[in-house]
């Protein structure tokens, strides 16, 4: 990769990552504001949502029927889930600080926080419970997967393929043999000064 290329991912990054900040201030300030971890809305928005809200019975009539025959299929797979929630948490406590990368942090990714949506009924609650954790584990494992993977081997596919971890676009194009070791090397030592700045802000 060269070094305009580099720049320019850079720059991307940068961006938006200031402008995920700018929709979030501006969210807060005008529909809802975060304290702690509770959302407050203003007390007219509030208000309204209540009154949209479907009681359980009307719910379980109009809802579609498939969605109740395969709840049970749906919900199995809260095994497989929790195993390989469990597996990929252990790696990373025992395995990451022998690599010297920073760990992920679980809460930047698994996000509860729909229960505070008072037009939805309890049970809709819960579907969304179910399904910011399925989903918020899966980009946390990504993440995960993608440290370890920039550590080993940080190389492009030869295809194009969909949905790259974030990191996935700083890597070594597919082919790129000249200096494999010492650009290897490179991208450990940014997992390190990564590991290390984190390290000085807890205090270790």
Known sequence: MNDRIQ?????????????????????????????????????????????????????????????????????????????????????????????????????????????????????????CTYCAYGTGMIAYISEIVGRTEQYFCPIKHARKILGTHSRYAHFLEYGEADNYEAKLEAMRVVLNQEYEKNQSKSGH
Not at 75 to 97: A, E, G, H, K, R
Request: glycine content about 2%; overall charge positive.
């Open 7 to 127: 720049q320019l991912l850079d720059q991307i990054t940068t961006l938006e990552d200031e402008l995920r900040t700018a929709l979030n201030e501006q969210q807060s300030s005008i529909f809802f504001q975060i304290k702690g971890k509770r959302v407050e809305f203003e007390q007219s928005i509030k208000e309204t949502h209540r009154r949209l809200k479907r009681n359980f019975f009307r719910w379980l009539v109009t809802d579609r029927p498939q969605n109740l025959i395969t709840g049970p299929i749906i919900y199995s797979m809260i095994v497989p889930l929790l195993i390989t929630d469990l597996f990929i948490t252990f790696y990373q406590l025992t395995c990451f600080p022998i690599y010297g990368i920073k760990k992920v942090k679980r809460a930047d990714y698994i996000i509860f926080d729909r229960q505070h949506l008072n037009y939805l009924n309890f049970i809709e609650k819960f579907h």
